[in-house]
Nanobody, 120 residues
Framework: QVQLVEFGGGLVQPGGSLRLSCAAS????????MAWYRQAPGKQRELVAA???????RYLDSVKGRFTISRDNAKNTVYLQMNSLKPEDTAVYYC??????????????WGQGTQVTVSS
């Protein structure tokens, strides 16, 4: 089994910054993509940012230029640096890891979620 543990959520004022981290542990043989999703109350979950095993990234349009996703493969950890936070960024943020090697997908693991609240 693979477990993802998230840290870094909290309360911040508009324009502030937070850094989320997510560390994977357990039965990890190979990791393809790592990503951050978020879900606000009453809203559908959306992909915020993703990073491939070789460091290529993509972002939700609304966070481009403000958020940066990165990973430390040696630590099996993915980060999300969030700057210039807006109230609409308020959500529970979930770490996601695609387990596998290239086109061999071995499953998906999710973090427990961490609350990010941007006050107005």
């Amino acid at each position: 089994q693979v477990q993802l543990v998230e840290f870094g959520g909290g309360l911040v004022q508009p324009g502030g910054s937070l850094r989320l981290s997510c560390a994977a542990s357990g039965r990890i043989f190979s990791i393809n993509g790592m990503a951050w999703y978020r879900q606000a109350p009453g809203k559908q979950r959306e992909l915020v940012a993703a990073v491939t095993s070789d460091g290529n990234t993509r972002y939700l349009d609304s966070v481009k230029g403000r958020f940066t996703i990165s990973r430390d493969n040696a630590k099996n950890t993915v980060y999300l640096q969030m700057n210039s936070l807006k109230p609409e960024d308020t959500a529970v943020y979930y770490c996601n890891v695609d387990l596998g090697y290239r086109d061999y997908n071995m499953g998906t693991a999710w973090g427990q979620g961490t609350q990010v609240t941007v006050s107005s």
